[in-house]
């Protein structure tokens, strides 16, 4: 079985921080496993799923859209299995449902998604 199950949304004002959280149970997910790529995407309503953030199991190598530079930082500690959103400078262009990604060999793995609302 694989399980995402995120955490941490919630609604606040323009300019606050939120840190999202996600953490990966099952037999499909491995701490030993190097192709293992853990992510965040975001989906507002009446738009398509967006990419947000990406990290590789070393935790040294991220990615992120333009839209979030330096405002979101994703980590990943030595467990591995986990995997942390921090947001910076919340904008009311942030409000979405942000989902947690595993993607392993090209295969997907989705979470249920947690509401981010953000209010000018």
């Known amino acids: 079985q694989a399980q995402l199950v995120e955490s941490g949304g919630g609604s606040v004002q323009a300019g606050d921080s939120l840190r999202l959280s996600c953490v990966a149970s099952?037999?499909?997910?491995?701490?030993?496993?190097?192709?293992?790529?853990m992510g965040w995407y975001r989906q507002a309503p009446g738009k398509e799923r967006e990419f947000v953030a990406r990290?590789?199991?070393?935790?040294?190598?991220?990615s992120y859209a333009e839209a979030v530079k330096g405002r979101f930082t994703i980590t990943r500690p030595n467990t591995k299995l986990t995997t942390y959103l921090r947001m910076n400078s919340l904008k009311p262009e942030d409000t979405a449902m942000y989902y947690c990604?595993?993607?392993?060999?090209?295969?997907?793995?989705w979470g249920q998604g947690t509401q981010v609302t953000v209010s000018s």
């Open positions: 990604n595993v993607q392993i060999r090209g295969v997907d793995y």
């Open positions: 099952g037999r499909t997910f491995s701490t030993f496993d190097y192709d293992m790529d």
């Open positions: 990290i590789d199991w070393s935790g040294v190598n991220t």
